[in-house]
């Protein structure tokens, strides 16, 4: 039990829930993938940033640790099947994405495969019950249509979800822009977790706080050589698990775009633009230790090697409510400070 009230099953590795998959059923999971060239060498540290494990717990070898989903998890969720899921949209990003709303950096027009950053954990304020705020990543190929595959991973605030208001750490992934396929987490069976340490879903801790300490987790996202599979490392050489590359139609081969960024919904209560915040629930401009960050923004190219971004482009769809700023140094590499309040004078 951690101290959130999370309850943590230790599930032997091969009975979770991606092994139900009929490509997987029987199989072993894979054996360790190549790491990409220009990273540190892998640290055996594994940080502490989970509530479960600050009392030095963990599940034992051969089983993998994941959060009960509880029956009031199930009846907080529109229904059954959309449990876990999420709701389909149009994910084009313009303006009359189903309440949707983005602060965000992307590259496109290479080939990709793989990339990591390090984001600013923060526990921004979610107004109602069916809206998240969330700070992730996306590996993405395909078109805008109903081909879209994604791989996602960040931390999310989602009452629905998991009934609180705690940052956690999630994987989402879909393969046909969020209609049949895909779920958040270990909720269906996709993602195969390797670490026996690391629950996804679980709270982040500690998290930042305005003009204060500031906190952030490094993710990398990458496609193994060898054998084709999408693959998510958590701090400094920690492997979670990994995508079998069969989930999917485009990301079998490469991704087309990757994006960094935020993301709310704006259920428009009442009438008015939500207060969910993003990120901090400040600005851009207000900078460190008062706006969330993204910063070491990097992509994978064709052969492994860890590569800066060449072309970062950043984008606000309503930047009135939450906007971003991108920037370059030294010590930070790519960066962009991203997030906002939600409902303002300017954004009613």
């Not at 949209?89 to 313009?94: F, I, K, N, Q």
Request: charged share 15%; proline share 6%.
């Amino acid at each position: 039990m951690s101290p959130v009230g999370d309850l943590i099953d230790c599930v032997l590795s091969h009975q979770q829930p991606a092994f139900d998959h009929p490509q997987l059923k029987g199989q072993k999971p894979s054996e360790p993938p190549e790491r990409p060239k220009g990273l540190d060498p892998a640290g055996m540290v594994t940080e502490n940033f989970q509530l479960w494990g600050l009392s030095g717990e963990a599940c034992p070898e051969g089983t993998i640790p994941i959060r009960r989903t509880t029956e009031q998890d199930m009846l907080r969720a529109s229904s059954i099947r959309r449990f876990g899921r999420k709701l389909r949209r149009h994910v084009r990003r313009d303006t009359n994405s189903n309440g949707h709303e983005h602060a965000v950096g992307y590259v496109t027009g290479e080939q990709y495969y793989g990339a990591k950053a390090s984001i600013n954990v923060w526990a921004p304020r979610v107004s109602s019950q069916y809206e998240f705020s969330l700070s992730q990543m996306w590996v993405i190929s395909g078109s805008f249509g109903d081909d879209l595959n994604t791989i996602e991973a960040g931390w999310q605030v989602s009452p629905e979800l998991y009934g609180d208001n705690y940052p956690r750490f999630f994987t989402y992934w879909t393969s046909d822009a969020y209609q049949a396929t895909g779920c958040y987490n270990l909720l269906c069976s996709g993602f195969v977790q390797t670490n026996n340490r690391v629950a996804i879903g679980a709270a982040i801790s500690p998290t930042s706080s305005y003009s204060g300490g500031q906190f952030d987790i490094s993710l990398l996202v990458w496609k193994d050589p060898k054998h084709g599979n999408w693959w998510l490392e958590f701090g400094n050489g920690v492997l979670v698990g990994y995508w079998p590359s069969f989930l999917f139609t485009h990301l079998r081969d490469h991704a087309s775009m990757v994006q960094f960024g935020g993301e709310i919904v704006n259920s428009m209560p009442s009438g008015f633009h939500t207060s969910t915040q993003m990120g901090s629930g400040h600005f851009a401009g207000e900078g460190f230790g008062k706006a969330s960050y993204f910063r070491n923004l990097q992509v994978v190219d064709w052969d492994n090697n860890l590569l800066p971004l060449s072309n970062l482009r950043v984008l606000a769809d309503h930047p009135n409510c939450y906007d971003i700023q991108g920037g370059i140094n030294r010590v930070w590499g790519n960066y962009f400070y991203y997030g906002g309040p939600g409902r303002n004078v300017r954004c009613p």
